[in-house]
């Protein structure tokens, strides 16, 4: 292999931008292909790097929360993610919610000022198998590429439905019927909450339930339990929203509890769009608009954007990627984000950032150690490539896969992973001073 040799890295994504502007910032030429915006697919609305496609949460800040520990660690390992999420932020009590388009725009930003990264605006259906590739072409990989990626690695590759919550236009809610609050009165009340009575919400219960939904082709329709749509989910009983996404416990005002709540979360800086917290749906677009309107102060209610229904692709890693998330038949090729089998935005960078630190010691030969599965990132790595090898599902940041059946503290378990975290990226000291 030769010196510093360049670096192929397919898709823009989340994981994609992670693994491009850590390579370029330490010196390495990068080859960054995006098909955007010649190609689009059905989920992106823009041409930016690392544009958030659902929703524009990257979930719990706090520490003691799986997905909070794992922004800690990519934030120490400089992800480029967490800068974005720390300008564009809005405040949201525990939750780390961002403005989409400033957060994208940042990303986009640096990725196109890093002299050492080349964009490449084309569609990608085969690798250069003796470069070394990250393939971080995500959920909405094209068919031909995923068939192209099976004949290497003799395996197909699976795939189960995700949805999107629509976004309503703040000018257009009746806030007679609403009030600001967030949950627990954890952080400022920048969510809108619509409650509902027991009559109120068994009407909107029975209507959705029965609403038309839009066609799926697949016979087999397969969901992410972590996002079901919301019809989905009420079809499981008429009480499960009012255990889920419409819980109204700790949502109480002026002393008065409610039956179900509806939330409403703050979509950008300004504040004119809110998202609809859990309402990813695959409804057809105009009975969204007639049930969701059946909400408490959404009587009039403007979309700017209905709820979408998407198929998210992914491979079986456990039989074919090895310990630094390279295929183990060619380990010119790195694949990362969701495509390998990590789910949630938080995550795909994360590998994207991680296959990044691999790429860089194995072009620099620096002898290293794979990250700890005491950190959330390396416990998460181990899932994906060791664990369910004959029934592998995609999987979240959880505590699940870090405990391992231990009862330890959970303030002896951030210290632990903390600490891995600074131990692998200590490995790459020399050649930071």
Not at 19 to 47: Q, W
Not at 79 to 107: H, N, P, Q, T, W
Not at 300 to 327: C, Q, T, V
Request: hydrophobic letters at 35%; one cysteine or more.
């Amino acid at each position: 292999m030769k010196n510093n040799p360049e670096v192929n890295i397919i898709g823009g994504g989340l994981a994609g931008s992670e693994a491009a502007y850590f390579l370029a910032t330490h010196g390495i030429k990068v080859n960054l292909y995006e098909m955007r915006p010649k190609v689009n697919t059905l989920a992106h609305s823009t041409s930016n790097f690392g544009e958030l496609v659902c929703s524009n949460s990257l979930k719990s800040k706090r520490l003691d929360n799986a997905c909070g520990l794992l922004k800690e660690e990519i934030k120490n390992l400089g992800s480029i993610m967490m800068e974005a999420a720390s300008v564009s932020k809005i405040e949201s009590g525990d939750s780390l919610d961002v403005d989409r388009e400033l957060f994208a725009k940042y990303i986009t930003e640096k990725i196109k000022s890093n002299e050492n990264i080349t964009i490449i605006n084309e569609e990608v259906n085969e690798l250069k198998e003796d470069e070394i590739n990250i393939v971080c072409t995500g959920p909405l990989t094209s068919e031909k590429f995923l068939n192209y990626i099976s004949t290497i690695v003799g395996q197909n590759t699976f795939s189960f439905f995700d949805a999107s919550s629509p976004i309503i236009q703040k000018d257009s809610i009746n806030m007679d019927k609403v009030f600001l609050k967030s949950r627990y009165d954890h952080g400022v009340g920048n969510y809108i909450n619509c409650p509902m009575n027991k009559e109120e919400y068994e009407h909107f219960y029975n209507e959705l339930i029965h609403a038309k939904k839009a066609m799926v082709h697949e016979f087999d329709t397969k969901y992410f339990e972590g996002c079901l749509p919301i019809e989905v989910i009420a079809s499981r009983g008429i009480d499960t929203l009012r255990f889920g996404p419409l819980k109204p416990v700790g949502l109480e005002n002026n002393g008065e509890q409610y039956y179900a709540v509806v939330q409403l979360r703050m979509d950008n800086l300004i504040g004119d769009l809110y998202n609809m917290v859990g309402f990813q749906t695959n409804l057809t677009y105009p009975e969204q608009k007639r049930v969701f309107r059946l909400i408490p102060g959404l009587e009039n209610a403007k979309f700017i954007r209905y709820g979408l229904m998407h198929r998210n692709s992914y491979l079986y890693s456990p039989k074919i990627l090895d310990d630094e998330l390279r295929l183990k038949k060619n380990n010119n090729i790195y694949i990362a984000g969701q495509l390998s089998g990590v789910e949630g935005y938080v995550e795909s960078a994360a590998t994207g950032l991680l296959a990044g630190y691999y790429a860089l010691m194995n072009i620099k030969g620096i002898e290293h150690r794979k990250l700890s599965f005491n950190s959330v990132l390396g416990a998460l790595v181990n899932y994906i490539t060791h664990t369910g090898i004959n029934n592998f599902q995609p999987m979240n940041a959880n505590f699940g896969i870090i405990y391992r059946g231990n009862k330890d503290p959970k303030e002896l378990v951030i210290n632990r992973a903390l600490d891995a975290i600074n131990k692998f990226k200590d490995q790459l000291k020399d050649i930071n001073e």
